[in-house]
């Protein structure tokens, strides 16, 4: 035992030395570009507040955060159009430690897109490149079984913000424009912490 006992010591220092330690490339404070969402003033409404802030806007911080990885996955940004033409619905899930994707559905008069784009990046993280992209044609009774369900939960009535603190997880983004009307919801982890319904929702997205 006492000659064995050596050799796990060197395993162990082996296996120590070898692990990979993830550091992330930037800060979210050093983005720059583009913000994908209105913001909010986060003086008015502090992190330990119950109230989260105001619908449809996130603090400058996870504005930031989110947009930075948008930005990376090369989308455009949604919540400023005004043409009533446009009806888009895009899911964004970023994942602490998975690979950031969305999923952006886009009806245009009888045309109907599905766009999936993933970039290798960490959803908790930094950002990184684009890995996957294609766009696939749907029809209309898919789109119209999505507008059913948004009604079913009662989408448009939502709170923007996630009513639970959770530092880890996962971000489910759900941002919808239709008729000129632009409504945004984010949870952390709602397959996990009490938000079934909307899971469900952002599942369907996933399918269609």
Sequence with gaps: MRKILPYLYLLVIISCTSTKIIIPKNSVNDYTGDLYFSSYDSNKYPRDTINRGPNDS????TNKWYSQHLN???EPIIF???DKNLQIIRFTNLGTWDHPYTYR???FADKINVTYRQTDG???YQTGKLIKNYTKKVNNKKW???ISKLDE???WNIQTQ???RINDGAEWILEVLIDGKYHLVTRNSPDVYNGKKYAELCELITKM
């Design 105 to 107: 559905v886009e009806k």
């Design 58 to 61: 996130l603090s400058t911080f």
């Design 162 to 164: 996630d009513p639970n």
């Design 153 to 155: 939960v009662d989408f």
């Design 72 to 74: 990376s996955l090369n």
């Design 122 to 124: 960490l959803g908790g």
């Design 144 to 146: 119209n079984h999505l």
């Design 80 to 82: 400023d159009k005004k």
